[in-house]
């Protein structure tokens, strides 16, 4: 298989805010990556150097806009922003302890854990119209970058949603990708869009 062929898709996560920190839901809200999250984020920048990423894309704002800003001025490649790259919207529940949820709503909480795409937050976004948007705008950067290595920087639901759409998983597995400790994967994608 040529080099040309072939795409590598870096997907990052998101350096964490003070609101993941406390176990609050953060969404797509607009937030800053905590200090506590510099050095992580400082050492995933590290670690990133050898893969020689070409580009690097995130949402527009939050801690996918700011990590992406980091490890962008480490590797001094550019960054891009692609609004289709947001955090899932989870409306109304977004600042709320995860406990005050499934203490109001135990049962819709419990749903939305085993079935994360029965359930829609309260104004906000179901989780297959995350994985749609997700896997066009990936898509898309893969056929403009074909041949390239591409970073891709999203907050925690949207990382663990990216990924199961490059690992044949079903929108059930979110949430235990979801408690995976935060680190970066990389797939390698065929010029057809196949990941191998």
């Known amino acids: ?4 062929d072939i ?9 964490p805010s003070c609101w993941e920190m406390e176990n609050r839901l953060v969404g797509n809200a607009d937030l800053p990556v905590c200090p506590e999250s510099f050095d992580q984020v400082n050492r995933w920048a590290e670690q990133l150097k050898s893969t020689g990423i070409n580009i690097l894309y995130s949402g527009p704002s939050g801690p996918a806009q700011e990590t992406a800003r980091m490890i962008a001025g480490a590797l001094r490649v550019r960054h ?10 989870l409306g109304l529940w977004q600042g709320m302890f995860l406990e005050e949820i499934k203490r109001r709503h135990p049962k819709v909480y419990r ?11 309260p104004e906000g ?14 898509s898309r950067m893969v056929k403009k970058h074909q041949g390239q290595i591409v970073g891709v920087v ?10 199961i759409s490059r ?9 235990q990708l979801v408690k995976e400790p935060l680190t970066w994967h990389e797939y390698v ?4 869009g196949v990941s191998v």
């Open 80 to 89: 891009r922003t692609e609004k289709d790259l947001s955090e899932a919207n």
């Open 125 to 138: 976004e179901r989780m297959v119209r995350v994985q749609e948007r997700l896997e066009r705008c990936v």
């Open 7 to 15: 795409t590598r898709l870096i997907l990052i996560p998101a350096g």
């Open 111 to 121: 749903q939305w854990l085993d079935q994360p795409d029965s359930v829609t937050p």
């Open 167 to 175: 690992e044949k998983r079903t929108i059930t597995a979110v949430w």
């Open 154 to 163: 999203l907050g925690q639901i949207a990382l663990s949603v990216a990924r």
């Open 1 to 4: 298989m040529d080099e040309i």
């Open 189 to 192: 994608i065929k010029c057809n």
